[in-house]
């Protein structure tokens, strides 16, 4: 059974930097990977992801501010975010899906992830 597990949230201040990590066991380092947030009062929405072949595609938002990567050796995938803002306040997920043999899915819709983690929250204060 697939686990992931994201560590490196925190509290910063706008425009400071947090490194998200997720460490991935039981799930294939072929597979789509891709990080999601849910801020206060919202709905969960996909921020990030990057497939099989290290092909990455964002948010409009985070364009330019997030990095998304994964460490196939050390089957890690990271979210590096600068110059935080308010806005990005949220609980952090990673998640994996087994479709797509390695692509990912147009969009971020969530019923094709079938792998999740906890969730680490980032706090971003003005």
């Known amino acids: 059974q697939g686990q992931l597990v994201e560590s490196g949230g925190g509290s910063v201040q706008a425009g400071g930097s947090l490194r998200l990590s997720c460490a991935a066991s039981g799930v294939a380092n072929r597979y789509c990977m891709g990080w999601f947030r849910q801020g206060p009062g919202k709905e969960r929405e996909g921020v990030a992801r990057?497939?099989?072949?290290?092909?990455?595609t964002y948010i409009t938002s985070v364009k330019g501010r997030f990095t998304i990567s994964k460490d196939n050796a050390e089957n890690t995938l990271y979210l590096q975010m600068n110059d935080l803002n308010v806005g990005d306040t949220a609980i952090y997920f990673c998640?994996?899906?087994?479709?797509?043999?390695?692509?990912?899915?147009?969009?971020?819709?969530?019923?094709?992830?079938?792998?999740w983690g906890q969730g680490t929250q980032v706090t971003v204060s003005s």
């Open positions: 998640a994996a899906s087994s479709a797509g043999d390695g692509y990912c899915y147009s969009g971020f819709d969530q019923k094709h992830y079938d792998f």
């Open positions: 990057i497939d099989r072949f290290g092909s990455t």
